[in-house]
């Protein structure tokens, strides 16, 4: 069978499946399950429809990385959960979850040094170009590693989507490649991060397919009209620069495993016997 490659942004899946579950449900022993629930039964769904031979669900760890100290206010609008109740708390559905995963033979691990894009990215910049690879996230940073053999699924039942470099581009009017200085340009509000002032997606798409690159949107500043975009794009160099780091993934990072510990062997278990399996009946 030719390889085909799944990574799982696991905080990305548990988040959607916590707060998108239509109830709170819980288990004959008094146990909140609706996060473990709704995060397996999309997990199965999800490798149905890409029928991987390789697997892995990676989790945001909770030790920070170079990106808060490149920048204080980077994700500093994210709440913290570490004073709410344990049922309002996505975490606390997690180590289920987890075990959920072990039964499922499925690798999962969680950052220590880095975020979950930094090993998608490591991957893709690894396997990318050999092995056909899905990630299943809604984090649209994922969309700069874009390609013909990457594509990013967007899990939502039957409305889910597959971004693909032509997505992308009917989108944005950018390419995959271009994405993340887009990105820099306009800013990303779920990260916290702050664009240039004036600069929205249609601008900074023009700017883009104007010039190519980031790069080349700033050697030509002298070039850009109105003046109005020329003086926001001077007075934001610092900003838009400091963007492009913290946005940029490199693909740099380590690999935690080698893609031969992520093989995953189908057994076409449904949730409800996953659930029976790991003590968590409904």
């Known amino acids: 069978m030719k390889p085909k490659l799944l990574l799982v942004d696991g905080s990305n899946l548990l988040f959607q499946m916590f707060y998108g579950m239509p109830a709170r ?10 996060g473990v629930i709704g995060f397996v039964g999309a997990l199965l769904k999800i490798i149905r429809m890409t029928a991987p031979t390789h697997i892995a669900v990676w989790f945001d760890g909770e030790s920070t990385n170079e990106r808060y100290a490149l920048d204080r206010d980077y994700k500093a609008n994210r709440p913290d959960y570490g004073d709410c109740p344990e049922e309002e708390q996505p975490f606390s559905q997690l180590p289920y979850i987890k075990t959920a ?5 499925i690798l ?7 975020e979950v894009d930094d090993w998608m990215a490591a991957y893709v910049s690894t396997y990318g170009c050999e092995i056909d690879t899905v990630i299943a996230s809604f984090d649209s940073d994922f969309f700069q590693l874009v390609s013909n053999r990457v594509s990013i699924l967007r899990y939502r039942g039957d409305a889910t989507t597959l971004v693909t470099p032509e997505t992308v581009y009917e989108k ?6 271009q994405y993340a200085d887009f990105k820099a340009l306009v800013g990303d509000k779920a990260d916290n991060i702050k664009g240039i ?7 900074a798409a023009r700017l883009l397919q104007s010039y190519g690159t980031l790069d080349g949107v700033l050697k030509a500043i002298d070039k850009i009209t109105p003046a109005r975009l020329q003086n926001a794009l001077r007075e934001g160099i610092d900003r838009v620069t400091l963007n492009r780091k ?7 990072t380590p690999l935690p495993h080698p ?3 992520l093989a995953y062997q189908n057994r076409n278990l449904t949730t409800t016997e996953v659930l029976k399996t790991i003590g968590l009946k409904r």
């Open 25 to 34: 449900i819980v288990n004959e022993d008094g146990i909140a399950i609706h």
């Open 101 to 105: 995963l072990d039964c499922l033979g």
């Open 108 to 114: 999962h691990k969680e950052t220590e040094h880095c």
């Open 172 to 177: 944005f009017g950018i390419t995959p490649m």
């Open 197 to 203: 002032d004036g600069i929205g997606v249609k601008t």
């Open 246 to 252: 913290l946005i940029t993934l490199t693909g740099s």
């Open 259 to 261: 893609i031969e510990a």
